[in-house]
């Protein structure tokens, strides 16, 4: 691969920068901070503003000096993380660590060469320290906002032998084309930054998820009372295959530790020191990691329905791992009490639709108080005051806790990077106020 020379130029410099940033005092309090705050022993807030969406907007493709394809993930990835340092400004660390993440795919869910991959048009990607974010940089691309047709793998559980057709994922793995990468990642940026030749580090079961793309959301609903049965007999499979999925992953060594910097459940990092870590010469196991399931598809479904068709499934398969994260924007504060009976729980997600209180009041300092607030309140526009009052009691109110709170579901921020810095400043102001 020949890389130009204004390309390398661009990239080093880049990563100088990192590395500069990454060196600075703040950021080594940041990393105590985390550690602090996902062992459970401190209640100081953490704040992370995550863009995900909007982060096209705040380093846009057209910025990019690089031409190929593989050179302008690397130019993005490493102008969006001066970027959180310098202009988001959250608790975030710049990081030394630089991950060239293998290429590694997998068949989805099928059936008869037809894939549950056809429910959603948009495609997302996971980045260390970035979080979730759409390939932007890649030429051409087109952030997807239309609607996109959807036809369910199982259309009939009358038809039970339908539910045995289904076919589990299977790993893909380019190890060529991955050993390539890292070569040239080596090459660019092996003198500046920590370079890792990483395989998948976020794990993650979107259980409701997985069986709308199977079966359709109004069609899941409705089988919880017509097809009660049959629903567990797919929901056997689908534990059998996620399982599976990872295992195949671990058996390949295509899993890799995150325990420190790596994006941790639907929001927050893996720093801890609580996870037992592989003596030298043992082989990575479960047990060595985090992991992460929700099933915010069930918000309108009774907590114990959402126990005997989600949690059960879910706590078995969370509780082959080191620790967990449970829930994303749906409401728990019904379903803490089958939530919590996963044994190695230690962060949970709190819904800008949820009774902090109440929430606060069954977690305690048990578990991190992953605090979601409302986007729309950022994205939408800027009102100061209201943004004051709303931020304040949410601390306040969730006070007592590992409390976090995450700025995500940022799809957009109409062209106003800017007001990401405005969040995490009155953030700090309000954790002033009510934490002193």
């Not at 209201?386 to 969730?398: A, I, Q």
């Amino acid at each position: 691969m020949t890389i130009k020379s204004n390309e390398r130029q661009a990239i080093r410099e880049l990563a100088k920068k990192v590395a500069e940033l990454a060196n600075q005092p703040i950021m080594e309090e940041r990393r105590k901070l985390w550690y602090a705050h996902n062992d459970l022993k401190t209640d100081q807030p953490v704040i992370n503003c995550s863009p995900e969406g909007a982060w096209r907007e705040i380093v846009p493709p057209e910025t990019l000096v690089c031409e190929d394809e593989m050179l302008r993930e690397i130019e993005w990835t490493l102008r969006a993380r001066i970027a959180r340092a310098e202009l988001i400004h959250d608790d975030v660390p710049a990081e030394m660590r630089w991950d060239c993440l293998k290429i590694i795919g997998n068949t989805g869910w099928t059936m008869e060469g037809q894939s549950a991959r056809n429910a959603f048009t948009n495609e997302w990607v996971h980045i260390p320290m970035i979080s979730e974010v759409n390939p932007s940089w890649r030429p051409g691309y087109q952030f997807d906002t239309t609607a996109a047709e959807f036809n369910p793998l199982i259309d009939d559980l009358d038809d039970i032998d339908q539910i045995y057709k289904l076919i589990p994922p299977k790993v893909i793995y380019d190890k060529e084309g991955s050993e390539c990468k890292w070569e040239i990642h080596q090459e660019l940026l092996g003198d500046i930054l920590d370079c890792h030749w990483t395989g998948t580090t976020f794990i993650g079961f979107s259980w409701m998820e997985t069986y709308t793309k199977v079966r359709g959301y109004e069609n899941a609903l409705y089988d919880l009372y017509d097809y009660p049965e049959e629903m567990h007999k797919l929901c056997g499979i689908l534990e059998e295959g996620y399982l599976n999925l990872y295992q195949q992953l671990l058996d390949m060594g295509l899993l890799d530790l995150n325990n420190t910097c790596q994006y941790s459940g639907t929001g927050g990092f893996g720093y801890t020191n609580d996870l037992e870590l592989p003596k030298p010469g043992e082989k990575l196991t479960f047990k060595n990691l985090w992991a992460s399931a929700e099933s915010q598809e069930f918000i309108s479904v009774s907590p114990e329905m959402t126990k005997e068709y989600a949690i059960d499934y879910e706590k078995r398969l969370l509780e082959k791992f080191g620790l967990s994260s449970y829930g994303c924007c749906d409401n728990l504060e019904n379903k803490l009490q089958d939530v919590t009976k996963i044994s190695n729980l230690r962060r949970i997600s709190v819904s800008p639709w949820a009774d902090v209180r109440s929430m606060r009041d069954q977690m305690g300092m048990n578990y991190i108080f992953s605090c979601k607030p409302n986007p729309s309140y950022v994205t939408s526009g800027w009102d100061e005051d209201f943004m004051r009052k709303y931020t304040s009691k949410l601390m306040t109110d969730g006070k007592g806790t590992p409390f976090e709170i995450i700025l995500k579901d940022t799809h957009t921020i109409q062209g106003d990077p800017g007001r990401f810095r405005k969040w995490t400043d009155l953030c700090r102001e309000c954790i002033g106020k009510v934490y002193g």
